[in-house]
């Protein structure tokens, strides 16, 4: 049971962010995919695009590490949930409501 709803959990954090992103027409980022523990997408709105890694634990959203192809070595650990990790990318990229 612990595991099925931590995996509901996840699916429907990264439902959000989907959603949210497929409502903003002049959102930039793109390429979403969800497998196992990890949801990455890119974002393509610069001069070259960036792809983003979120890497969920066993016990979500806490140890949950955020890394980013610009900068392989920086890995961010965070306990916040997807969409918190996802809004603070999409401000940092003008990519906001």
């Known amino acids: 049971m612990g595991m ?5 959990r996840i699916q429907k954090d ?16 793109a390429d979403f995919r969800y497998s196992d523990s990890t949801f990455t997408f890119t974002y393509v ?5 960036v ?6 634990s066993e016990d979500y ?6 890394s980013s192809s610009e900068n392989d070595e920086d890995v ?9 990790i996802f809004h603070r990318i999409a401000t940092g990229n ?3 409501n």
Do not use: M, W
């Open 61 to 66: 959203p806490d140890n949950t590490y955020v």
């Open 76 to 84: 961010l650990v965070t306990t916040e949930p997807i969409p918190v």
């Open 14 to 29: 990264i439902d959000i962010v989907i959603q949210k992103s497929r409502a903003e027409k002049d959102c930039l980022f």
């Open 45 to 49: 709105g610069g001069p070259k695009s």
């Open 51 to 56: 792809s983003y890694s979120v890497h969920v």
């Open 94 to 96: 003008n990519c906001s």
């Open 4 to 8: 099925c709803s931590r995996q509901e």
